[in-house]
């Protein structure tokens, strides 16, 4: 499966991993399950782990992506820390930080998974 997540209640906080060649509608499965998901808090803090992605989103895509978060959830989400370390990693992490900055309070690129876990555990 290309999009995974786990809820850490507790930190209010989901991580997402996505790894190999992730599409749009597989983002839109995502959004939808964790729409369903009881376990998942109002609020949410987001781990988002680009480091196995094989794949960049178009700019149509992302903007997809953004309008989905902003306008098609139930939930809100608070800060991000987007995990990339590669080139077309962080590429796709600019694009997200950009096009999707509005819906968070914060988003921020990490170059490895403890340093983005630090940040949002402050």
Same mark, same amino acid.
């Given at each position: 499966?290309?999009?995974?997540?786990?809820?850490?209640?507790? @930190?209010?906080?989901?991580?997402?991993?996505?790894?190999?060649?992730?599409? #749009?509608?597989?983002?839109? $499965?995502? #959004?939808?399950?964790?729409?369903?998901?009881?376990? @998942?808090?109002?609020?949410?803090?987001?781990?988002?782990? /680009?480091? %196995?992605? $094989?794949?960049?989103? %178009?700019?149509?895509?992302?903007? %997809?992506?953004?309008?989905?978060?902003?306008?098609?959830?139930? /939930?809100? #989400?608070?800060?991000?820390? !987007?995990?990339?370390?590669?080139?077309?990693?962080?590429?796709?992490? @600019?694009?997200?930080?950009?096009?999707?900055?509005?819906?968070?309070?914060? !988003?921020?690129? /990490?170059?490895?998974?403890? $340093?983005?876990?630090?940040?949002?555990? @402050?």
């Amino acid at each position: 499966m290309p999009i995974s997540y786990t809820l850490d209640r507790s @930190r209010s906080l989901v991580r997402t991993r996505c790894t190999g060649e992730v599409r #749009f509608p597989e983002v839109l $499965a995502h #959004f939808d399950h964790l729409q369903r998901d009881p376990e @998942r808090p109002w609020q949410l803090d987001v781990l988002l782990d /680009f480091s %196995g992605l $094989a794949t960049t989103p %178009g700019i149509p895509e992302a903007r %997809g992506v953004a309008y989905r978060i902003q306008h098609k959830l139930d /939930f809100g #989400f608070e800060r991000c820390a !987007v995990v990339a370390g590669g080139e077309s990693e962080v590429k796709a992490a @600019r694009m997200f930080q950009e096009m999707c900055r509005t819906a968070f309070t914060q !988003v921020q690129i /990490f170059p490895d998974t403890s $340093a983005a876990e630090s940040w949002l555990a @402050r």
